[in-house]
């Protein structure tokens, strides 16, 4: 439970970004309108409606993540993406007033009198959000911009190994508790715990002496777990398996919850995204006259195979030679199966599967047999990803890029362990909105690599 909301933890600025936005947002809207719409109900609905939408729109245009870019091109980032979001926002608050326009409750004089109101609304927006983000975003910036520093405690290889599950992240600086001094050591974060014995071999009374100066004692498991929001399949105990910590219960409160939301979620997607599929597949059978939907076996829930549905993004005969991954240059992709994974479309049909209850909306995704036996014989613990059921998208497929080979499958096994172990509605809502920022962004679903394995 200690660690239940480590991804959450992990986003304080996202939520401290969007909660500044709110915030301003409702003001000004408020402070403009409150004159010219009588209706108290309606003010309200349409105040807190527009600063939702805000937000969402900020997300997804990335106004909110400007901690990896550089200085000098905040400023310019920040107006800009400002000016993209009110073009977005422009449409949508022209529709809520158009639904609820009324003469009754608008008491505006004229239409130029409206429309004075609506352009200062959004040039008091531009200026004060653009300034209140950018000054957040050089605050965050100079706050992180030193890495913290974490004591590792175990062996030499124990430590290389270390530093390679965590790929060496500049927010992090590993050191060797062995080789430094009393005075050093007070200065970093905490100790990473790999050998939990040669831990209690310490003079006990300095440990507590750093215990109690601030310093943070946290086995290896659980540092990657709270700072990196993944569990590496090498780090799973036996007992951990034993007292069920990775056990998914079909049952339960929680997962009765996430099928009744995701059942109606995917009737929702169906039904307004019927015409393009519709669209996308008759430009598939133009293409090359071949089928317009293809199917393959694959692994699901404890093991027990099921037949997906996905609409064709690759030639006819395209595993002729054999099984493999598709790679970022892969030849057998279509023009129209490129547009169409690049925007996920090609994904859609999956949805039905869903409310069949064979797969899930959000889930680790599910593999084909042949790469899972493969997988299996080089990643420990692989088939842990299989109890729970599989999704269309997950906490893997929102992390990292798509996978082209046995390590690349391993880390999204460490986000598909660490998913299952603190799965909750709250966190399928952020995968899911992050889903949908990777869609409309056109990210995620190329490799960055040559696939490294192939299956002939």
């Not at 692994?299 to 970022?328: H, P, S, V, Y």
Request: proline share 2%.
């Amino acid at each position: 439970m200690k660690f239940k909301f480590s991804w959450l933890n992990s986003r304080k600025t996202l939520f401290l970004s969007s909660l500044i936005d709110f915030f301003l947002l409702n003001y000004l809207f408020f402070g403009i309108f409150k004159e010219s719409i009588s209706n108290q109900v309606i003010l309200v609905f349409l105040t807190i409606s527009n600063s939702l939408f805000w937000i969402f729109s900020s997300y997804i245009n990335g106004r909110y993540t400007n901690l990896n870019i550089e200085k000098s091109q905040l400023l310019f980032n920040q107006f800009f993406k400002t000016f993209l979001n009110i073009c977005f926002n422009l449409f949508f608050t022209l529709i809520l007033f158009r639904i609820f326009w009324n003469w009754n409750y608008m008491k505006f004089a004229s239409f130029s009198n409206f429309l004075n109101d609506f352009l200062s609304f959004y040039l008091r927006v531009f200026i004060f959000s653009s300034l209140s983000q950018l000054l957040f975003s050089i605050y965050l910036s100079k706050k992180f911009s030193k890495s913290s520093i974490w004591y590792f405690l175990g062996n030499k290889n124990k430590e290389d190994y270390f530093n390679q599950i965590i790929g060496f992240k500049k927010k992090f600086t590993i050191l060797n508790f062995e080789q430094r001094d009393v005075n050093d050591q007070i200065n970093a974060k905490g100790i990473i715990v790999d050998d939990e014995q040669l831990f209690k071999k310490k003079n006990i009374k300095f440990l507590f002496e750093l215990n109690n100066k601030g310093l943070k004692f946290l086995k290896v498991s659980n540092w990657c777990e709270r700072y990196l929001n993944r569990y590496p399949s090498e780090l799973i105990q036996t007992n951990e398996i034993i007292e069920g910590i990775f056990t998914y219960d079909e049952n339960s409160f929680k997962a009765r919850i996430k099928r009744i939301l995701e059942s109606v979620l995917s009737l929702l997607i169906l039904f307004f995204t019927l015409p393009l599929i519709f669209i996308a597949a008759l430009s598939i059978k133009l293409e090359d006259g071949g089928p317009i939907f293809y199917s393959q076996i694959r692994n699901g829930f404890e093991g027990k195979q099921f037949k997906i549905i996905k609409l064709r993004t690759m030639i006819i005969n395209a595993e002729k030679d054999g099984i493999q991954w598709a790679d970022k240059s892969d030849a057998r992709i279509t023009n129209t199966g490129r547009i169409l994974r690049k925007l996920r479309i090609d994904e859609l049909p999956q949805l039905l599967l869903v409310l069949s209850g064979e797969m899930s909306l959000i889930g680790p995704r599910p593999e084909r047999p042949e790469i899972d036996d493969l997988l299996r014989e080089h990643i420990s613990n692989y088939d842990l990803r299989y109890c729970i059921k599989p999704g269309i998208s997950g906490w893997a497929q929102v992390n990292c890029p798509y996978g082209a080979s046995i390590e690349d499958s391993k880390l999204k096994l460490s986000y598909d362990i660490y998913y299952i172990k603190n799965f909750s509605i709250l966190l399928d809502f952020m995968i899911f909105f992050k889903t949908v920022k990777l869609v409309l962004n056109a990210k995620g679903s190329i490799p960055k690599r040559k696939n490294s394995v192939g299956f002939h």
